[in-house]
């Protein structure tokens, strides 16, 4: 006779059984994309900053204090602006915003954010970016420039505006992040101008760019401004690029 197999029960809870994937390219190693120079730069140099938010956290430095810390670096790159020492204030910068970025990632891995920490933060923010252009008016006093302190003493004030603007709408809305050349843009552009002692240059960029995204941020919500960033149409897009190559034009003819 024939035999007849053995019939095995199956628990009702119990799970089917997994259906192969029989798709076009399944089983077979995905190509990873490659790292985009930025990517790398950034990788780079996340690991010394990596080191010291540890040692920060290990040694339990209030962030508070790393916010006050960088303040007052960036006091001494205004000093070192002051007396024409360009590339040591570029260094001080660089020190500087070090502290400026870890200080929040400290208070992150403490859990010790505070509405007063957020408070401190900002507020001394704005007194290193006063600093900085404060001693470029001093240094282009001493060198008898009247036409480069007028143009630092304009890109003090639409540099405050612009934080203002962005202050005051954000207690109408919920969110005021337009526009390209706010504070981490600025200081970029001033270790550019630093390093290559091209800073008559730079203010020109920063003044035009402050005063256009300014008058991007007064516009009445919810209107669209013409310089929201990252560029949403073509305008946006020249806008920028028009305000750059000014810039670029000013620093090599100075």
């Known amino acids: ?3 007849v197999p053995e019939l095995t029960t199956i ?5 089917p059984p997994a259906v192969p994937d029989r798709s076009v390219g399944a089983g077979r190693p995905q190509p990873t994309r490659p790292m985009t120079f930025t990517g790398i730069i950034g ?37 070192a602006l002051g007396l024409h020492r360009f590339v040591l204030a570029g260094v001080v910068m660089i020190c500087a915003n070090i502290f400026d970025f870890i200080d929040g990632k400290v208070a992150h891995r403490l859990q010790m954010q505070s509405p007063f920490g957020a408070f401190w933060d900002s507020t001394l923010d704005r007194f290193s970016d006063l600093a900085l252009l404060v001693g470029l008016i001093f240094l282009y006093t001493r060198l008898d420039r009247s036409d480069y302190v007028m143009v630092a003493s304009l890109a003090l004030v639409f540099s405050i505006m612009t934080s203002y603007a962005r202050a005051r709408a954000e207690s109408l809305i919920a969110k005021c992040k337009v526009g390209f050349m706010e504070r981490p843009e600025r200081i970029v552009l001033f270790m550019i101008g630093a390093f290559t002692n091209r800073m008559a240059g730079i203010l ?51």
């Open 11 to 15: 628990p009702a809870d119990a799970e």
């Open 43 to 79: 990788t780079v140099c996340m690991f010394p900053l990596r080191a010291i938010i540890a040692a920060c956290v290990a040694l339990r430095i209030h962030p508070n204090t790393l916010t006050l810390v960088g303040v007052i670096l960036n006091v001494g790159a205004a000093w």
């Open 1 to 3: 006779s024939r035999l």
């Open 204 to 254: 020109w960029v920063i003044l035009v760019l402050s005063v256009l995204i300014w008058m991007s941020k007064s516009e009445p919500h919810p209107v669209r401004p013409l310089l929201a960033y990252p560029p949403h149409n073509s305008e946006t897009v020249m806008v920028h690029i028009a305000g750059l190559v000014v810039g670029v034009v000013l620093m090599l003819t100075q």
